[in-house]
């Protein structure tokens, strides 16, 4: 399919057309889920030959505005698509991309990722969780903590330590994990939110083999840094999200529901206040006859952070449509993200005034503002914390030298946080 001259209208227009022949409410989500992989709707910016349609980021956009206007269910977002598929298109054998696509675009197969441990949060590379070989694959212990959708997970994107003898940075190798196994436990942590969408999980003696080893022995720290910068680049300002709808899988028994009662869902918006924050509070600031000074410029500095963020998305999309690998302008993103996140809070509660005060559906939007001011601390804590990012922009923007580290040569076994 040559994509080149394809306007955004062309686009549309296909997509509506291609609604009106196929939707039907009756079908199961399963059957849905399939017509949309096979028909490359569900990730529309992937290579044509594994379910996608070679569209730019623009475009994409344009694939899910439409389903969103048909009000169908749309793609199983969840960490498959946004994180585990991409990582397998750019490290993934051929062996690889035909086990794991499929599942992933179909919501066959839901992932979570198995990266942070107590010990190892923004310090990633002292990881502990152990994978030692025998003849017939690893065995794997250890512990992985803030895992968001682990209870729902078939997989996992494990990151384990494979050689103790290198530098911690090294002797890491990436694996698709089998959560569903004996040796694997995994415990919901409670937010104050109420809900419970990090979980912990215990991995005692579990099982990986060769034929789910991703990139190469040894390679992890490489892996989990592409896998990593495609988080940044779906969490950031004007992605399509990480943390909206995220697919529970045959699990939760999904698959088998009808879609027609599954309709209006959606993910990626900034946490239930939609894509555009600042016309959704624009919104609410007149209804509630809120017109004063401050909050205009809070709703000008709030839009203006969303343009910018989106603006950087299409970048970070341009790069990697030029074969270069998520670069710096993700980090950008993830960071404008966290500010945005605080703004809208700051804006929302401003704007409800003494009804900020209140929660659940007693509150105005059923406390979904209120929602997002309890959850808006975690942003710049997941996917790579603030400090993390402007570490990397400053080393890879700005030119700065890198943070003194004095055990990035020293073996893992050597470190006094070796476990």
């Not at 991409?86 to 062996?95: D, M, N």
């Not at 990722?113 to 990633?124: I, V």
Request: aromatic share 6%.
């Amino acid at each position: 399919m040559n994509v080149a001259h394809l306007s955004a209208e062309d686009v549309r227009s296909e997509v509506e057309s291609w609604v009106a022949s196929n939707w039907n409410p009756d079908l199961t989500v399963g059957q849905w889920w399939e017509l949309l992989g096979r028909a490359g709707w569900s990730v529309p910016t992937w290579p044509e030959e594994w379910y996608g349609r070679g569209y730019t980021r623009d475009l994409g956009a344009v694939v899910f505005d439409e389903l969103r206007k048909a009000n169908v269910l749309g793609p199983p977002i969840g960490l498959g698509l946004v994180l585990a598929g991409p990582t397998i298109l750019t490290h993934g054998s051929e062996e690889q991309k035909q086990r794991y696509l499929w599942p992933i675009v179909s919501g066959q197969e839901a992932w979570c990722q198995l990266f942070s441990e107590p010990g190892a949060g923004s310090d990633l590379a002292s990881i502990a969780c152990r994978a030692d070989a025998d003849e017939e694959g690893w065995t794997v212990n250890g512990q992985k903590v803030w895992t968001s959708g682990g209870q729902f997970a078939e997989l996992g994107m494990l990151m384990a330590r494979t050689d103790v003898n290198l530098p911690k940075h090294q002797g890491i190798t990436y694996f698709a994990f089998d959560m569903i196994q004996s040796g694997v436990e995994v415990r919901p942590l409670r937010e104050m939110t109420g809900r419970a969408l990090f979980n912990e999980v215990f991995i005692s003696d579990a099982r990986v083999t060769q034929d789910q080893l991703i990139g190469g022995l040894g390679n992890g720290w490489k892996v989990a840094n592409t896998t990593l910068m495609f988080e940044r680049t779906g969490l950031g300002a004007g992605g399509q999200g990480g943390m909206g709808q995220v697919a529970p899988g045959s699990i939760a028994g999904m698959l088998d529901k009808r879609v027609g009662d599954q309709t209006g869902r959606s993910g990626g918006a900034v946490m239930g206040v939609g894509r555009e924050p600042a016309k959704a509070f624009a919104t609410l600031a007149k209804a509630r006859g809120v017109q004063d000074t401050v909050t205009r410029q809070m709703l000008a500095q709030l839009h203006t952070l969303t343009e910018i963020g989106r603006y950087t998305q299409l970048r970070a999309k341009a790069a990697q449509l030029a074969g270069k690998k998520p670069g710096p302008e993700s980090s950008t993103g993830k960071l404008l993200m966290s500010n945005i996140i605080r703004l809208s809070r700051e804006t929302g509660l401003r704007i409800l005034g003494a009804d900020a005060m209140l929660n659940g559906p007693d509150a105005p939007l059923d406390g979904r503002i209120q929602e997002m001011a309890l959850f808006s601390p975690a942003p710049s804590i997941y996917g790579g914390s603030d400090q993390i990012q402007r570490n990397i922009i400053g080393e890879r923007v700005l030119g700065l030298p890198r943070e003194p580290s004095a055990d990035r040569d020293v073996p893992f076994k050597d470190l006094r946080l070796s476990r």
